[in-house]
């Protein structure tokens, strides 16, 4: 744990007393805190490229009457810097009033162990693992042109101070383990890529020699796209696997039930609450509580104690995911989904580990059910219009079904549909549900912070495939 | 205030003489300090303020073909030496690289030039709230507008770059950026859309009412989309989104996807990827350019480059490590380009538009569907449907797609290219993509 006031000329009692003076007659607010030490080894090219550490220390303080937020971060934690910060507040938020009484629940829950990832491996170790994943994979295959490995390691240390003192603290191992290939045969190429992660030591993923599985599955989706041809163009039905392609729920519905759009009336979903939105037997939560997933907190970045959130239970929009602000404005609670990438930004509502649960159909079944369409396995990356509803993702493995069968590779497309409608066109919830392997990262507003997927397989009924073959 | 030279240089130096003391044999530093002040506004009320104050410090040290770096937002020297010590004993452990080392020394800058990127001017935040109350009501005149936020961003920066070789500069960098998001509804949608204006110089930035009004019109335009059929069409890409293109183009021709070999441009220099017709500059040295400088980022001076000419690949983008592997010079593009652009074409932008029967105007694209590895291009879209010149209705849920060696060869450019951003592109039109919609 960081004492963060251990080298400043600001001790703790004279920070409490600036913020309570900050704060005082505002409706919320306060200090936080963070250190963070990260490193990140990479081999590529037969090489170590880089090896860097990087060591983050800073405050952010925060001040909100009625909807205003005055915001102020600095690196330096002194007195004059608080100070400062103290005055630019103030001078935002000329006329305060009202104090917001929104206790923060109490929890000892705690969903990973305070350790340190990067202390708890040698750069030695770290180095020969990357060799060896290298020399596994060009030895595997001989159409290997490039490969590339990485490590990314994280203990971020936060704490927050509210008006009053009130003091409450978290510490966050993060890891990522990655690797891409590219192979080259006949004069084309593809890559592959795959990673594991979460908030336990390198070795929770890697033992028993576990990073040859991420090795095999990288060099599984090369060699699969190595064979692919065109992508289809136009409206079809499209089968999503389990685990990873819950990207889809996260963009298509995720971004659109977080509160500051809702309350803001921006997103397309501010006015179903209460109405059926998705195909009955569809239930969907964003759980902060899962042990040491890349998306679970133990508190949130305001101190809250994180949920499990139930945002559509049986077709049914239930609740939106909030943190204090947009709660204290919505006359709700938060739901411990307060979240900031770093002390250089302010909160805002956002997923942690949002998830489909299953049904009780068979992947098979719904293969069987489509004539023409796709079977999508795995996906890069995703994002969405809230206000018009319209998301993408793009598949990285994909293959056309034909008469209820599986059929060939295709290239990379992007699929788009309509975010409020799409849950209406999902005819069948497999019995397969999977969580993602921990390497998901959500962007808003500037702003990426960790998260995490799940779903079963699933049947849309009807989506546009942007492929190039008409 | 933003930190003074006096002080950056101060830490800088106190960095590389600890390095050698501890036993690197060389190392670079960077130092940057960056404060901004930011107001928002949301239907015509403030909504936020934000300042921040950013230092940062970043380490590479070398022992000869050994290489680490550390970087941290932390300057007090306790923390810096317990740092450097870090760097140093990482760099021993890590296994050497024949094709590392700091730039050749005649490749450094030298030359100065005053490029006018600071303006010393200070906005106060009641200035940045008149602004954005002029800017607001232009955008909510209309009834369909239900919701408008905005920002006045102003920043200060300043930095030095310092190497064992004897390279100290930095410099001072300000910009001053509004924007406007604008939502507007009707019966059948609810659309989005946006403004924006940066510049080095306050006085340069663009009119509040103008801004706001631009933001509305351009998002009332999109109300009530349509979704058309898939099929083979002309696409015409608004300016900015034809940047994105450019800058997809710049990544596929920096030295390190060259080297690795993963660049769907590799070994295409002096082929024509291009249509003849098609030139492309990077060219550092444009007053008050919002990608401007006199060196990259480990110090290499930053020459004009022709980067297309007459549709033939001309130059890599190089940095020093890249570089020596493909056994060229850097050219100073350690970082990316700086003002890269499209030169204008022949045609008007109303020429452009009349050209073909039927085309598509995108106006926005979502997903990250650029591959250059392969060049295989597929997002998702919006935009108008065009006929004969005229924007015939708003089209949306569509994607296009197609493979940039193959779009590349069939661009035509207008001649309305503006230095609104560091890359800029003329409005576009690419034949031959497919798109997929019903």
Redesign the interface.
């Given at each position: 744990m960081s004492n963060f006031f251990e080298?400043s000329d600001l001790s703790r009692s004279e920070a409490e007393n600036i913020i309570s003076d900050t704060l005082q007659k505002c409706d919320d607010g306060e200090l936080y805190l963070e250190n963070s030490k990260s490193e990140s080894i990479l081999l590529?090219?037969n090489?170590?490229?880089?090896?860097?550490?990087?060591?983050?220390?800073?405050f952010g303080f925060r001040a909100i009457s009625d909807?205003?937020?005055?915001?102020?971060?600095?690196?330096?934690i002194s007195k004059n810097?608080l100070k400062q910060?103290s005055e630019?507040l103030k001078?935002?938020l000329k006329s305060v009033k009202g104090t917001y009484n929104h206790e923060i629940p109490k929890s000892n829950k705690k969903y990973y162990d305070n350790i340190n990832p990067i202390e708890q491996k040698s750069?030695?170790e770290k180095?020969k693992i990357l060799n060896e994943v290298n020399n596994y994979l060009r030895s595997k295959d001989n159409n290997i042109?490039?490969v590339t490995a990485n490590f990314l390691g994280e203990q971020k240390s936060v704490e927050i101070i509210r008006s009053g003192g009130e003091t409450l603290t978290d510490v966050r191992p993060l890891i990522r383990f990655n690797v891409s290939v590219?192979l080259?045969k006949n004069g084309?190429?593809?890559?592959g890529v795959y990673g594991v992660g979460g908030r336990q030591s390198y070795d929770s993923y890697l033992k028993d020699d576990n990073w040859k599985s991420v090795c095999d599955e990288a060099l599984r989706i090369a060699s699969v796209n190595l064979e692919s041809k065109p992508?289809p163009?136009?409206?079809m039905k499209v089968v999503l696997g389990p685990g990873w392609p819950a990207i889809l729920i996260h963009e298509a519905v995720g971004h659109g039930l977080e509160g500051d759009f809702n309350r803001?009336?921006?997103s397309?979903f501010h006015n179903l609450m209460g109405q059926k939105v998705a195909s009955e037997g569809v239930t969907i939560i964003d759980d902060g509580t899962i042990d040491n997933r890349r998306g679970s907190l133990t508190i949130d970045d305001e101190g809250t104690p994180t949920e499990k959130t139930v945002l559509i239970e049986n077709g049914i929009l239930k609740n939106f995911m909030q943190d204090r602000l947009n709660a204290r404005l919505m006359k709700t609670k938060s739901t411990g989904s307060g979240r900031r990438e770093n002390y250089?930004h302010?909160v805002l509502p956002r997923m942690r580990n949002t998830m489909m649960l299953s049904g009780d159909q068979t992947q098979d079944e719904m293969i069987k059910a489509v004539d023409k369409g796709i079977f999508a396995v795995s996906f890069?990356?995703?994002?969405?219009?809230?206000?018009?509803g319209?998301?993408?993702?793009?598949c990285t493995e994909a293959y056309e079904i034909v008469n209820g069968k599986i059929g060939s590779p295709i290239?990379?497309?992007?699929?788009?549909?309509?975010g409020p409608s799409i849950l209406k066109e999902v005819s069948m919830v497999g019995n397969d549900m999977m969580m993602d392997p921990g390497i998901g990262t959500c962007g808003k507003a500037g702003q990426g912070v960790p998260v995490g997927v799940a779903q079963p397989s699933i049947l849309i009924n009807k989506m546009?495939?942007?492929?190039?073959?008409? | 205030m933003v930190k003074d030279q006096e002080f950056l240089k101060k830490k800088a130096s106190y960095c590389l003489g600890l390095a050698k003391k501890l036993g690197a044999t060389e190392s670079s530093v960077i130092v940057n300090n960056s404060v901004s002040e930011t107001v928002n506004f949301?239907n015509k009320?403030?909504?936020?303020?934000?300042?921040?104050?950013?230092?940062?410090i970043s380490i590479t040290t070398y022992i000869g073909k050994k290489?680490?770096?550390?970087?941290?937002?932390?300057?007090?020297d306790?923390?810096l030496n317990i740092?450097i010590e870090?760097?140093v004993e990482?760099t021993k452990?890590?296994?050497e690289?024949e094709f590392n080392s700091l730039p050749d020394k005649d490749l450094l800058a030298k030359d100065f030039k005053d490029l006018n990127l600071y303006d010393d001017t200070h906005i106060e935040?009641d200035q940045k709230i008149d602004y954005l109350k002029k800017l607001e009501s232009a955008a909510s005149n209309d009834k369909k507008i239900?919701?408008t936020?905005s920002s006045f961003a102003q920043n200060k920066s300043n930095f030095i770059l310092a190497n064992t070789k004897g390279f100290c500069a930095g410099y001072k960098t300000s910009s001053f950026t509004a924007s406007s998001i604008t939502?507007a509804k009707d019966e059948k949608?609810?659309?989005?859309d946006y403004e924006y204006s940066s510049k080095c110089f306050l006085k340069d930035l663009d009119d509040a009412g103008e801004l706001g009004k631009k933001a509305a019109d351009q998002t009332i335009r999109k109300l009530s989309?349509k979704k058309i059929?898939?099929?083979?069409i002309a696409i015409i890409f608004d300016k900015r989104i034809a940047k994105g293109i450019l800058s997809t183009f710049a990544s596929a021709i920096s030295s390190s996807a060259i080297?690795?070999?993963?660049s769907?441009l590799k070994d295409k220099v002096k082929q024509k990827i291009f249509s003849d017709t098609i030139n492309v500059l990077d060219k550092p040295d444009i007053l008050k350019g919002l990608g401007s400088r006199n060196f990259d980022i480990e110090g290499v001076k930053t020459d004009t480059l022709k980067l297309v000419e007459q549709g033939v690949l001309r130059h890599y983008l190089i940095d020093t490590y890249n570089g020596k592997k493909l056994n060229l010079k850097s050219n100073g593009r350690c970082g990316g380009t700086s003002n890269l652009y499209f030169e204008n074409g022949n045609v008007s932008f109303k020429d452009l538009l009349n050209s073909k029967s039927k085309s598509l105007y995108i106006t926005?694209t979502?997903?990250?569907?650029s591959?250059i590895?392969?060049g295989?291009y597929?997002?998702?879209a919006?935009g108008f449907l065009v006929e004969n010149g005229e924007f015939k209705y708003p089209i949306?849920?569509?994607?296009?797609?197609?493979?940039f060696k193959d779009m590349f060869q069939n661009i035509t450019l207008a001649n309305d290219l503006e230095f609104k951003y560091a890359t800029n592109s003329p409005t576009m039109m690419i034949e031959g993509m497919?798109?997929?919609?019903?």
């Open positions: 080298k590529d090219d090489k170590i490229k880089n090896s860097s550490y990087n060591s983050d220390l800073g909807e205003v937020v005055a915001y102020s971060h600095s690196n330096e810097s910060s630019n001078s935002t750069l030695n180095i042109k490039q590219m080259e084309r190429k593809e890559t992508a163009a136009g409206e803001k009336k921006t397309a250089r302010i890069g990356g995703g994002q969405v219009d809230i206000t018009s319209k998301f993408v993702f793009n290239k990379g497309a992007t699929l788009i549909g309509d546009t495939v942007g492929g190039t073959k008409l | 949301r009320k403030l909504d936020e303020s934000n300042r921040s104050d950013d230092l940062g290489k680490s770096s550390i970087s941290s937002s932390n300057l007090q306790d923390n740092l870090k760097c990482t452990n890590t296994p690289d935040n239900i919701n936020e939502v949608s609810m659309e989005r989309p059929g898939s099929e083979k080297s690795r070999g993963t769907f926005e979502i997903g990250h569907g591959n590895v392969t295989d597929s997002v998702g919006t949306n849920e569509i994607t296009i797609a197609g493979n497919v798109v997929a919609g019903k």
